[in-house]
């Protein structure tokens, strides 16, 4: 009798390491459903249009300029680590964004959005090259950019249902719930 097929561990935390991963990539890329909720976010603030590229700047500029950093952070305090981090502060961040009574609010906590994605984005494919053996290093990558990808499709779609039925708050509020639970599933795991 033979006994049980059994995946080697290395597997096991290769699979994980592509989930966390993959999934993480896909819920930062839907951030693409911010760009819909510009017209509500205005009307809500009463601003005046020109002001609205700031919702994007505010996030692009933390994340671009802290994205190098974070690498090294991660080499240095783990990648599995510094993905838990990211979750969390991603988490935060939509909450935040989510509730913010005022523009400034809403201004700062996607700044800090932006320095959870630089931590996210810097440690998610790290995790996956370390993770993943070398002859499967390719399809593995190529998985997580594809999440990436699909997450920037999936967006504006998603952001203008969530913006026609809930307003434009829920394009920060859905991510939530999801980013907690991959928080969660990162900070249960050994080593990363």
Request: charged share 10%; hydrophobic share 60%.
């Amino acid at each position: 009798m033979e006994p049980p097929h059994t995946t080697p561990p290395r597997l096991l935390s290769s699979r994980l390491a592509m989930v966390l991963a993959g999934l993480s990539a896909l819920l930062g890329s839907l951030d693409s459903a911010v760009n819909i909720a510009f017209p509500a976010i205005t009307a809500a603030f009463a601003l005046d249009v020109s002001l609205i590229q700031w919702v994007v700047v505010s996030y692009v500029l933390t994340h671009a300029s802290l994205l190098l950093g974070c690498g090294r952070l991660a080499d240095v305090w783990g990648h599995g680590r510094v993905l838990t981090w990211g979750l969390a502060g991603s988490a935060l961040a939509f909450l935040l964004c989510g509730l913010a009574p005022t523009f400034a609010w809403l201004l700062a906590a996607r700044a800090l959005q932006g320095v959870a994605a630089a931590l996210v984005f810097a440690a998610a494919p790290a995790l996956v090259t370390l993770a993943v053996p070398s002859e499967a290093r390719g399809r593995a990558l190529g998985i997580f950019h594809m999440s990436a990808a699909a997450g920037f499709a999936l967006g504006p779609p998603l952001g203008g249902v969530l913006v026609d039925e809930f307003g434009w708050r829920a394009v920060y509020l859905f991510r939530v719930l999801p980013a907690m639970l991959l928080m969660l599933l990162a900070a249960g795991q050994p080593r990363l």
